[in-house]
């Protein structure tokens, strides 16, 4: 099992910039893949992007392609999501995961364990 912490939401306006962080403990980060959902109020939790456990290959939902940008140090056990050119629709609890696998994992139920979310929210 490995303990996720997320941080870095907050209060943003329309074209700015938010980076997240996702701090891991527990079983070796280093070897497995990790994902960022997000979930907006009155929806479901959705994918929006994951790296593979050296951070060679990454994948993103069209939505977000060219504004967000996914990353991870393995020698401080964490994990960033940097957020460009935010748009209001990006308003969300945003949440990391982690998998069992090594590589890239689109499903929510592939992924094993769960932070407690941070809130962005992005002003028109």
């Known amino acids: 099992q490995v303990q996720l912490v997320e941080s870095g939401g907050g209060l943003v306006q329309a074209g700015g910039s938010l980076r997240l962080s996702c701090a891991a403990s527990?079983?070796?980060?280093?070897?497995?893949?990790m994902g960022w959902f997000r979930q907006a109020p009155g929806k479901e939790r959705e994918f929006v992007t994951a790296?593979?456990?050296?951070?060679?290959?990454?994948y993103y939902v069209d939505s977000v392609k060219g504004r967000f940008t996914i990353s991870r140090d393995n020698a401080k056990n964490t994990v960033y999501l940097q957020m460009n050119s935010l748009k209001p629709e990006d308003t969300a609890v945003y949440y990391c995961?982690?998998?069992?696998?090594?590589?890239?994992?689109?499903?929510?139920?592939?992924?094993?364990?769960w932070g407690q979310g941070t809130q962005v929210t992005v002003s028109s």
């Open positions: 527990g079983r070796t980060f280093s070897n497995y893949a």
């Open positions: 790296i593979s456990w050296n951070g060679g290959s990454t």
């Open positions: 995961a982690a998998t069992k696998y090594g590589s890239i994992q689109f499903l929510r139920s592939r992924y094993d364990d």
